[in-house]
């Protein structure tokens, strides 16, 4: 009976043991189970979402950059898809990769290289030495092409990667090169259109998620969020590249002959301001543009002011033909030459005192003419009549790097500057701010800003035509009609008749002007000619500019060259023969010579007020 209780002792000491055990396990368990639950369920400190931002990979999926096309839709810059194709040595191996059936197969590093060479059209030594190595980034391939990528794709090797990148490419090459711009290595808009209007063109990239292995492999089967790239918009210029060709080539051509530093053509539609060519005689080839010097990386019609020259006369003749100070057959007797004060204003060619005409002064491009007819508007007059024309004042034109030019306040004027202004010596401006003076006289007396932007195209085709600018009334329409015949004048009697087409009324006005150099003083010439047709109905205006000329300053004209370039430009567009003629004036009147006129008081003869004739324009 004593040993009862140690019997019932020793079995229940071995029970209680495995009941322990079992509630300790369950404990554990249950601690276990308890912190996956906070981790996982809960996860209070963000664990998860840590884990899965660091297993996630970002891949850009830049925009399409939009096309670059003349007003006839031929491209001028296209972007063409590419992708840099790279590889992670360290995870070369043999893998199980999904097949197009659902199945998989397995693939040794051996077939993967046979497999890539066919997918990229290489060689199959090239991509093994791209394959073996130790580096986690080595390029296997650069700028292949969509379908190239979307083969190698399709192999669903882990350790082949596709970064999206695109090149830009400009068919025409150098033709309107400045015009277009370029982009830097690093896809920087850069110069013309693609740096004006990048943001239009560049578009809003996208992206591309993907979970990658502990090891950084991207793992085939999970799955991708793609967030789309939105494609920039095609932007259309009011350019035609037909004319802008012959414009170049024309200009080239002339300068070649002249030993020119530099040339440029201007073409434009006169009733809407748009800008049909602006041409250089160098210019970047925007497909390597790092062969380009940088002054060729510009338009120089835009970015480089010059004195205009006797183009100037232009603004002055239709400055008092508006106000009603002279008609174009007034007669104002012309001495030798000017003396105001110590200043002495001179010719181009000597003569004895004329009795001149409006237009025989305009006609053979007289300084001394000019200026007294033009030193009847007072100081303040002179210059805002050049304000009204926009001299001194930026364009607009969507083109980076314009050149105000210089027009300096009436107030400080010297002596001489006060009145060679009137003749376009002591102001500076660009050829395209010249060009618009002739548009506006062209356009019954309304100026309006150029451009070169004619559209936008969005990526779901929606258009948008930009505002165009508000004409500006500069002249009456009548001041602008005598201006007009003053001009046509010019080419049928006057110093350039090499400006004229067959077939066709033309008008305008030759310039020449010093060139100044670096040192302050000249060390050569500007020559121009800008001019308009066809005069009974101007639609088109012409600009041709030649910096530094070599020859004679009577033989390095450009006249032949608008001709040139004029008359293609109205076969080009269909424009219709002139069948009327244009009004002809005397160019110089030798009787009734006013005798007590000299060149000290010429400034002071007078004249008897012009009618006005408001049937005519």
């Known amino acids: 009976m004593s040993s009862s209780p140690t019997r019932r002792s020793r079995v229940f ?40 931002g660091e297993r996630t990979m970002v891949e850009p999926i830049p925009a399409v950059r939009g096309e670059i096309t003349d007003t006839q839709g031929t491209v001028l810059a296209r972007t063409l898809q590419r992708y840099d194709i790279t590889v992670d040595q360290t995870a070369v191996t043999e893998v199980t990769v999904p097949g197009k059936d659902g199945s998989s197969q397995t693939v040794t590093p051996t077939q993967a290289v046979y497999k890539i060479a066919d997918a990229l059209g290489m060689k199959d030594a090239d991509v093994k030495k791209a394959l073996d190595g130790g580096k986690t980034f080595t390029y296997v391939a650069r700028g292949v092409t969509p379908e190239q990528y979307n083969a190698l794709r399709e192999l669903n090797l882990p350790y082949i990667y596709g970064q999206p990148t695109f090149q830009r490419s400009y068919p025409d090459g150098s033709l309107a090169g400045s015009v277009v711009g370029f982009l830097g290595g690093d896809a920087e808009a850069l110069g013309g259109i693609e740096q004006t209007q990048d943001e239009l063109l560049r578009g809003t990239d996208g992206e591309r998620r993907f979970e990658i292995s502990g090891d950084g492999v991207r793992i085939p089967v999970a799955p991708q969020e793609q967030k789309a790239a939105r494609d ?21 051509e002339r300068a070649k002959q002249l030993k020119a530093e530099w040339g440029t053509a201007v073409v434009m539609d006169v009733k809407t301001g748009k800008v049909l060519a602006l041409a250089d005689t160098s210019s970047v080839d925007p497909n390597v543009p790092g062969k380009a010097k940088a002054e060729d990386t510009s338009v120089r019609s835009v970015t480089q002011a010059v004195e205009p020259g006797s183009t100037e006369k232009i603004a002055t003749a239709a400055g008092v033909l508006d106000r009603g100070i002279v008609a174009p057959d007034t007669q104002i007797t012309v001495p030798p030459y000017l003396q105001i004060g110590s200043e002495k204003i001179t010719d181009a060619f000597d003569h004895g005192a004329q009795n001149r005409t409006v237009a025989g002064i305009v006609g053979d491009s007289m300084n001394t003419g000019t200026v007294i007819m033009g030193s009847k508007m007072g100081k303040e007059a002179r210059h805002e009549n050049l304000e009204r024309f926009g001299v001194g004042k930026p364009t607009g034109i969507e083109l980076p790097g314009e050149s105000t030019g210089i027009l300096t306040p009436a107030a400080q004027w010297d002596a001489r500057q006060e009145y060679t202004v009137l003749f376009g010596q002591g102001v500076s401006q660009t050829p395209l701010r010249t060009a618009t003076i002739f548009q506006a006289v062209a356009n019954k007396g309304q100026r309006i800003e150029p451009r070169v932007v004619e559209s936008v195209t969005d990526p779901d085709g929606t258009v948008t035509t930009p505002q165009p600018p508000q004409p500006e009334r500069v002249i009456s329409e009548a001041a602008a009609q005598q201006t007009l015949d003053v001009m046509e004048n010019v080419v049928t009697q006057g110093g350039a008749k090499e400006a004229a087409v067959p077939g066709y009324r033309v008008g305008g006005k030759t310039g020449t002007a010093e060139a100044p150099s670096e040192n302050g003083g000249y060390d050569g010439f500007t020559t121009s000619f800008v001019g308009v047709a066809p005069m009974e109905d101007p639609q088109y205006l012409v600009g041709v500019t030649m910096q530094r000329p070599k020859g004679d300053v009577h033989t390095v004209g450009v006249t032949s060259t608008f001709s040139t370039i004029m008359s293609q430009v109205l076969h080009h567009y269909n424009v219709a023969p002139s069948t009327t003629q244009g009004p002809k004036y005397e160019m110089q009147v030798p009787q009734n010579l006013k005798k007590d006129v000299t060149p000290t008081n010429a400034l002071e003869q007078t004249w008897p007020e012009p009618g006005r004739d408001e049937s005519q324009g």
Do not use: M, N
């Open 13 to 52: 000491r071995p029970y209680t043991r495995t009941q322990v055990g079992i509630a300790l396990l369950l404990a554990l368990l249950l601690l276990v189970v308890g912190r996956l639950f906070w981790v996982q369920g809960l996860d209070p400190g963000g664990r998860a979402e840590a884990a899965a």
């Open 232 to 252: 920039g918009s095609d932007v259309k210029l009011s350019l035609d590249s037909d004319v802008q060709f012959f414009a170049e080539q024309a200009v080239r």
